[in-house]
């Protein structure tokens, strides 16, 4: 399955959902709809699609790499981890080419794998003073080992 877009990336995981049982309660959108919180009967989810690895884990924690043999990895920013921490939700993970992974957000922070991104994202403030915020997100990190095959 090529999954290239968040609007066939998240009926493809509800209906993964479904076809393990679960019944979907409520959606919430976030990351300008990047991101989908999924409620369902028996568990939360927060949803992330993401088109590639993030390449150079190895390079911005070359001694965890060292020490625990793991290459790639991948990431989420430390706001959308705190949403899914605190709606008690396992995060998916669905990649282009339609394979859904899982890992719990305690997991990631446990890792504290973290770390501040060099160039600042620009954000417009919310005060309609159209005014922009330049922010160095931080992010927290993963060996791909941590993952799960959720699908």
Not at 34 to 46: G, S, V
Not at 66 to 71: A, F, K, L, T, Y
Not at 107 to 122: G, H, I, S
Request: positive net charge; aromatic residues 16%; charged residues 25%.
């Amino acid at each position: 399955m090529n999954i290239q877009t968040k609007e066939r990336a998240f009926p493809h995981v509800i209906n993964t959902l479904r076809q393990k049982g679960f019944k979907v309660k409520d959606i919430t959108y976030y990351n300008k709809g990047r991101h989908c919180l999924i409620k369902t009967d028996c568990a939360n989810y927060y949803v992330l699609c993401k088109h590639d690895f993030f390449y150079s884990f190895n390079k911005q924690f070359p001694q965890y790499v060292e020490e625990n043999r793991s290459g790639f990895g991948d990431s989420i920013n430390a706001y959308y981890l705190k949403i899914a921490n605190k709606a008690q939700a396992w995060i998916l993970f669905v990649y282009d080419d339609g394979k859904i992974y899982l890992i719990h957000p305690k997991k990631v922070k446990e890792l504290d794998l973290k770390r501040t991104q060099d160039k600042a994202n620009e954000y417009l403030l919310p005060n309609f003073s159209k005014s922009i915020q330049q922010v160095n997100e931080v992010t927290y990190s993963f060996p791909l080992c941590k993952l799960k095959r959720f699908d």
